[in-house]
């Protein structure tokens, strides 16, 4: 089975997250979405580069969630989730593939 990198499944729960949320109109929809692609790169991280590196891109996909909402008054919502998506797999990128052991 082919591996999809963390970074992308950072990105994808972040974007999907917001999408499921929007198109069902069923907020807690999107956040189980969010939080499920959350766990699923928080392993993954863990298990590429360690438990501080993980602990630090958690702490930034969930502030890059919190981030998005007042960056979407400014740009739009979803200009503003494609930013934060985008911040969030380019540091997962740094992160995972320098700390690869």
């Known amino acids: ?12 729960g972040l974007v999907g997250g917001y999408g499921i949320a929007r198109w069902t109109g069923k ?15 928080a392993y993954e991280w863990n298990r590429q580069a360690g438990a501080r590196a993980a602990t630090g891109l958690t702490v930034a996909y969930l502030a890059a969630f919190a981030g998005s909402h007042p960056l979407a008054k400014k740009v739009g919502a979803w200009p503003a989730v494609f930013t934060v998506a ?14 690869a052991r």
Not at 3 to 9: E, H, N
Not at 27 to 41: D, K
Not at 87 to 97: D, N
């Open 1 to 12: 089975m082919a591996k999809v990198p963390a970074a992308a499944v950072a990105a994808g």
């Open 27 to 41: 907020r807690p929809l999107g956040g189980a979405a969010l939080a499920a692609a959350g766990s699923v790169a």
């Open 86 to 99: 985008g911040g969030v797999a380019a540091a997962s990128w740094a992160v995972t593939r320098r700390g």
